[in-house]
């Protein structure tokens, strides 16, 4: 297992690619921007707790479950990997993403009081979606079951619009 940790106000810049089959921790109250996790070997989950921004600018590729937790914003410009396993965003802050961001899962939880979460690529693709936070835009690829996650089903303080993408013969 890796821990990287961060002073209160500090950024942290990973350019590198960060792979193995070991959990990496990232712990501490500065701003996250990560460069390429797992390209060639998967990283054994990604655990970020207590930054403030996180921006993941290159693909992030696990084998399991991926848990972001952020005071402020959390941008997805590239695609976000957990392979069988979850992702777990949890913001008060805004959730984008851009470019070629994506989510591709077996479920999605979606937390944080008042979190504002607009992920609106069609190329998310998950099975299982649930949500406690503030407002929801979120787009699949395929078949998407409101479930049980941790949360169950969606709570939300602000409007929620969700969509798939179904295409078949």
């Given at each position: 297992?890796?821990?990287?940790?961060?002073?209160?106000?500090?950024?942290?810049?990973?350019?590198?690619?960060?792979?193995?089959?070991?959990?990496?921790?990232?712990?501490?109250?500065?701003?996250?921007?990560?460069?390429?996790?797992?390209?060639?070997?998967?990283v054994a989950g990604l655990n970020i707790?207590n930054a403030n921004n996180v921006t993941?600018?290159?693909?992030?590729?696990?084998?399991?479950?991926?848990?972001?937790?952020?005071?402020?914003?959390?941008?997805?410009?590239?695609?976000?990997?957990?392979?069988?396993?979850?992702?777990?965003?949890?913001?008060?802050?805004?959730?984008?993403?851009?470019?070629?961001?994506?989510?591709?899962?077996?479920?999605?939880?979606?937390?944080?009081?008042?979190?504002?979460?607009?992920?609106?690529?069609?190329?998310?693709?998950?099975?299982?979606?649930?949500?406690?936070?503030?407002?929801?835009?979120?787009?699949?690829?395929?078949?998407?079951?409101?479930?049980?996650?941790?949360?169950?089903?969606?709570?939300?303080?602000?409007?929620?619009?969700?969509?798939?993408?179904?295409?078949?013969?």
């Amino acid at each position: 297992n890796s821990t990287i940790n961060s002073d209160s106000g500090s950024s942290l810049n990973i350019t590198g690619a960060i792979n193995g089959d070991s959990l990496l921790t990232a712990n501490g109250s500065g701003n996250y921007l990560f460069g390429l996790i797992g390209n060639s070997t998967p990283v054994a989950g990604l655990n970020i707790t207590n930054a403030n921004n996180v921006t993941f600018s290159n693909a992030v590729n696990s084998s399991s479950n991926i848990s972001v937790q952020a005071s402020s914003n959390i941008n997805i410009n590239a695609s976000l990997a957990a392979t069988n396993s979850m992702v777990k965003l949890n913001t008060t802050g805004v959730v984008t993403q851009n470019g070629s961001g994506s989510i591709t899962a077996s479920s999605l939880a979606l937390l944080g009081v008042g979190g504002n979460y607009t992920l609106n690529s069609s190329a998310n693709n998950v099975s299982t979606f649930a949500a406690d936070t503030g407002s929801i835009t979120y787009k699949n690829a395929g078949a998407l079951t409101i479930g049980s996650v941790n949360p169950t089903g969606v709570n939300a303080t602000g409007p929620v619009s969700t969509s798939s993408i179904v295409t078949g013969k």
